[in-house]
């Protein structure tokens, strides 16, 4: 079975711009879920969607968003870029159950300069 | 508020020695589950072991074992017969049962093995 797909691995944007990532889950997953890494705030999570549905989200701005499709690909966008956004994003995919664990993926590095 | 602290930024330890890294966390719930996670420098984060707060049985996976003290709120890993490959970074993770899938992490240890 494969794992849980991030695209692209590493990124560069330039402050003001927005961006796009992605991620594929395990099949037959159907919660989707981002964090952010970063070396000051470590890994904070960003929000999870299960079903289409954004189930819960971390404290950030409104500038960070995400959706789910109906096959359970999620995509997370953040908008005018900061240089504080720069980090690592990862992407965790599970069955949604209390008991599934969360399988992650590779992250996509951004850097914004 | 849930927290999860780390308090050892980096351990080292010998081949094949044992090694203990230490977690402890904050919660107000009965009912929650707890991870250990490795992140190499591929960056994926691995699950190496997880403990249901209802078990009081210490979870074990192979080498991998946990000391996990509900009262005290207490979560570590031990690691027997260290591996050059055990070599990364481990991040303490408390998952409320209750709600969406959320993972409060720890700040992490990045463990060295030294050969």
């Known amino acids: 079975k494969a794992g849980v797909t991030q695209t692209p691995r590493y990124l560069i944007k330039t402050r003001g711009q927005q961006v796009t990532l992605s991620c594929s889950p395990i099949?037959?997953?159907?919660?989707v879920s981002w964090y952010q890494q970063t070396p000051g705030q470590g890994l904070q999570f960003l929000f999870e969607?299960?079903?289409?549905?954004?189930?819960n989200k971390g404290n950030f701005p409104g500038r960070f968003s995400g959706r789910q499709f109906s096959n359970s690909r999620s995509e997370m966008n953040v908008s005018t870029l900061e240089l504080g956004d720069s980090a690592l994003y990862l992407c965790?995919?599970?069955?949604?159950?209390?008991?599934?664990?969360?399988?992650f993926g590779n992250g996509t590095r951004l850097t914004v300069t | 508020a849930q927290t999860v602290t780390q308090s050892q930024p980096e351990m080292s330890v010998q081949e094949a020695e044992t090694v203990t890294l230490s977690c402890t966390y904050d919660?107000?719930?009965?009912?929650?589950?707890l991870f250990w996670y490795k992140q190499p420098p591929s960056r994926q984060m691995i699950l190496v072991i997880r403990?249901?707060?209802?078990?009081?049985q210490n979870a074990t996976e192979n080498r991998f074992s946990v000391n996990f003290q509900k009262a005290a709120k207490s979560f570590s890993l031990k690691i027997s017969d260290s591996q050059l490959g055990d070599a990364a970074m481990y991040f303490c993770?408390?998952?409320?049962?209750?709600?969406?899938?959320?993972?409060?992490f720890g700040q992490g240890t990045r463990l060295t093995i030294n050969p």
């Open positions: 965790a995919s599970s069955l949604g159950g209390r008991n599934s664990p969360l399988h």
């Open positions: 099949s037959g997953h159907r919660s």
């Open positions: 969607y299960f079903s289409e549905t954004q189930r």
């Open positions: 919660t107000s719930e009965s009912d929650y589950y």
């Open positions: 403990q249901e707060a209802y078990k009081q």
């Open positions: 993770a408390l998952l409320l049962t209750q709600g969406a899938q959320k993972l409060v």
